[in-house]
């Protein structure tokens, strides 16, 4: 059973470009969570979303940030005009309806 | 509203010497509570969790966590430290079954030393 699958592990942008981060939940669940880790920092919640609801997008910037989880495919995280703030660790989980959080290996941004 | 503080940013200790991580919470319902581990560029591995059963939590590579609700605390201890749990370890609350949304900790890096 693959566990929480993301993609890139490792994604290089210049300012003002746009960065996709996919995610792809463990088998079985339908609830998919983004976190962002900045550097020596804990993880902050962003957007928690099951297929093709968002629940709780508290912790998005309002600007620039969007999050989708279709009825087919991955959860993305898109990021547009990056600025090198946005620079972090980026993490997806999934769980079932009441189960665990299984955490994906994140996806490294780097914005130059 | 939830939210975790995790004391000491830095934790060093000697190979088979105890390792006490702390971690004190803020939860205005029962909290479920969570220690993650997290090995360098990798994502987070759940260590344990307390769901308001048993105080005392085993988790995995023999680390345990005490539930104590008169100091709000739950912190993380092992017995003897392995050169193998070096590594970046977050504490975590969320509000309960249901409410899967974690706060974690900024985290504490333990470094063991030969």
């Known amino acids: 059973n693959a566990g929480v699958m993301q993609n890139p592990r490792h994604l290089v942008r210049r300012r003002g470009q746009e960065a996709r981060l996919r995610c792809s939940p463990m088998?079985?669940?339908?609830?998919v969570y983004w976190y962002r880790q900045l550097p020596e920092e804990g993880l902050k919640f962003m957007v928690y979303l099951q297929k093709e609801n968002i629940i709780d997008e508290s912790g998005m910037p309002k600007e620039r940030f969007s999050a989708e989880f279709p009825k087919e495919g991955p959860s993305i995280l898109r990021i547009q005009q990056v600025v090198r703030g946005d620079s972090a660790a980026y993490f997806c989980?999934?769980?079932?309806?009441?189960?665990?959080?299984?955490f994906g290996e994140g996806s490294r941004l780097t914005v130059l | 509203a939830q939210s975790v503080t995790q004391l000491g940013s830095h934790v060093s200790v000697s190979e088979g010497a105890l390792v006490l991580l702390r971690c004190n919470y803020s939860s205005s319902v029962p909290p479920y509570l969570f220690w993650y581990v997290q090995y360098p560029n990798q994502g987070l591995q759940l260590l344990l969790k307390y769901t308001s059963a048993a105080t005392l939590v085993k988790g995995i590579n023999g680390f345990e966590a005490e539930f104590k609700k008169s100091e709000t605390s739950f912190h993380l201890t092992k017995p003897s430290a392995h050169m193998s749990d070096a590594a970046e370890y977050f504490c975590?609350?969320?509000?309960?079954?249901?409410?899967?949304?974690?706060?974690f900790g900024q985290g504490t890096r333990l470094t063991i030393n030969p």
């Open positions: 088998k079985g669940h339908s609830h």
């Open positions: 975590a609350v969320s509000a309960g079954q249901g409410a899967q949304k974690l706060v």
């Open positions: 989980a999934s769980s079932s309806n009441t189960g665990e959080l299984f």
